[in-house]
């Protein structure tokens, strides 16, 4: 099948090196106004100004679909999220507003543990249902593909069931599910101050059955004071890659622990978080395949620092930008958000953001050869916004819709059926 996208107002192809974008490289994307885009097979074909794609002889047979004037990109690549869960966290977002810390309402039971309670409680049905729900608000937000944790089982079984909720997911919704394993993501509850027997578990019981079963492509640690150190992490990457798991890693969010450092060490595809890291570590990113992921959307709903995001730019890293999505830390599955968040307080350009949320979102997934661009031979994944300018993307912010809205009685919007 053929598809030929005109009229696009502005075209965001992302086109370029066949490498993580660095420093300079983040705002080297050239918009093109009135493109086109041809599609073979679920594959772009060509994608540029339209006068260039029309002399394709394949356009010529093509279904046409008229983008009306609007802004087409790559569709965004969510390189960082937690997604399967039951319940949202709605106490411990009272007991933060009240003054708790995040560290502290974790000790005490809520946090982390409190979704482990739901999700172990759950059935892998139940908790498929739920992700495929929830990637319609994704799709709803432009964003194509998305890279989904396990990490609220903490047990052999429940983490099992969470990743293969996600492959269940991933069968019911167009959405690209990534999975990636993080048994390491707290202590449960029963093997309170007994780290390293749980450390054996994830790695010798949990990490061979994630393997055999082919349910992850990734496997990640929370490194962090009160969780995970260094060592643990490195324990764990090691037991991966001999299962044949890529590295990522929660670095440098609550505490100053060197997992950074280590995550550049193994060569981990992606430093996640980083808010903490030191004026002499932005430096170390440049040059290197580990894509520094930022989440800025955690910082702003704790109300915690921002990362370091233009000094990692200017000293040459490839940054990433994803939502983090999760109950506890950043409950947003909206891009736009982040978009918006990343240019105002971070002070990343618009174009810088674009480029860390589409193909600096596919490398940090291993998947830069074949996502996050729209250049011949790369997956046809597209978003279209109602916007002439690249630019409106970050500058409006909280822009979701409502599911209806009515005055003097009538309804005056609504976004599908009213039913439910
Ligand atoms: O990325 N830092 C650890 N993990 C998540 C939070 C998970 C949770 O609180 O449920 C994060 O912020
Ligand atoms: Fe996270």
């Known amino acids: 099948m053929r598809r030929l996208v005109v009229n696009c107002g502005q075209l965001l192809t992302m086109a370029g090196p066949a490498k993580p974008r660095a420093g300079a490289q983040l705002r080297a994307a050239q918009p093109v106004p009135d493109g086109a885009v041809l599609i073979e097979d679920g594959l772009v074909a060509a994608a540029g100004p339209r006068e260039t794609v029309l002399r394709d002889p394949r356009a010529a047979q093509a279904l046409v679909l008229d983008a009306g004037g609007r802004l087409v990109l790559p569709g965004f690549v969510d390189s960082h999220s937690h997604p399967v869960f039951a319940a949202p966290r709605l106490e411990d977002f009272e007991r933060r507003i009240k003054g708790q810390g995040y560290e502290q309402i974790a000790a005490s039971g809520g946090g982390i543990l409190s979704t482990v309670r739901g999700v172990r409680a759950a059935g892998q049905d139940q908790l498929a249902e739920g992700l495929r729900l929830r990637a319609a608000l994704f799709l709803s937000c432009g964003t194509t593909t998305l890279e989904a944790k396990s990490g609220y089982g903490l047990e052999r079984d429940s983490e099992l069931k969470m990743l293969r909720a996600i492959r269940q997911a991933a069968a019911a919704t167009p959405l690209e599910l990534v999975a990636t394993f993080l048994g390491a993501h707290a202590l449960p509850e029963e093997l309170r101050g007994r780290k390293q027997e749980y450390l054996r578990r994830v790695?010798?019981?949990?990490?061979?059955?994630?393997?055999?079963?082919?349910?992850?492509?990734?496997?990640?640690?929370?490194?962090?004071?009160?969780?995970?150190?260094?060592?643990?992490?490195?324990?764990?990457?090691?037991?991966?890659?001999?299962?044949?798991?890529?590295?990522?890693?929660?670095?440098?969010?609550?505490?100053?622990?060197?997992?950074?450092?280590?995550?550049?060490?193994?060569?981990?595809?992606?430093?996640?978080?980083?808010?903490?890291?030191?004026?002499?570590?932005?430096?170390?990113?440049?040059?290197?395949?580990?894509?520094?992921?930022?989440?800025?959307?955690?910082?702003?709903?704790?109300?915690?620092?921002?990362?370091?995001?233009?000094?990692?730019?200017?000293?040459?890293?490839?940054?990433?930008?994803?939502?983090?999505?999760?109950?506890?830390?950043?409950?947003?599955?909206?891009?736009?958000?982040?978009?918006?968040?990343?240019?105002?307080?971070?002070?990343?350009?618009?174009?810088?953001?674009?480029?860390?949320?589409?193909?600096?979102?596919?490398?940090?997934?291993?998947?830069?050869?074949?996502?996050?661009?729209?250049?011949?031979?790369?997956?046809?994944?597209?978003?279209?916004?109602?916007?002439?300018?690249?630019?409106?993307?970050?500058?409006?912010?909280?822009?979701?819709?409502?599911?209806?809205?009515?005055?003097?009685?009538?309804?005056?919007?609504?976004?599908?059926?009213?039913?439910?």
């Not at 661009?373 to 597209?382: F, R, T, V």
């Open 203 to 420: 790695c010798e019981e949990m990490l061979p059955a994630v393997a055999a079963e082919e349910l992850a492509r990734f496997v990640d640690v929370f490194c962090d004071e009160g969780f995970f150190g260094v060592e643990d992490a490195r324990g764990v990457f090691l037991a991966a890659s001999r299962a044949g798991l890529a590295a990522k890693i929660h670095a440098e969010q609550l505490s100053r622990s060197g997992a950074a450092a280590l995550a550049l060490d193994c060569a981990a595809a992606s430093a996640d978080h980083l808010d903490l890291l030191s004026g002499e570590e932005l430096g170390s990113f440049a040059g290197s395949t580990t894509v520094a992921c930022l989440v800025p959307g955690s910082n702003y709903f704790l109300g915690k620092p921002y990362p370091p995001a233009r000094g990692l730019i200017d000293a040459g890293a490839a940054v990433a930008l994803a939502t983090d999505f999760n109950p506890g830390t950043c409950p947003c599955w909206d891009m736009r958000m982040i978009l918006s968040i990343a240019c105002t307080q971070l002070r990343l350009t618009p174009l810088e953001a674009l480029t860390a949320a589409t193909i600096n979102g596919a490398w940090a997934l291993g998947l830069g050869k074949t996502h996050g661009s729209l250049e011949p031979g790369k997956q046809a994944d597209l978003a279209c916004f109602d916007a002439e300018d690249y630019r409106e993307l970050p500058y409006y912010f909280g822009s979701r819709p409502a599911a209806w809205t009515m005055k003097k009685g009538e309804i005056v919007h609504a976004l599908g059926s009213l039913a439910g």
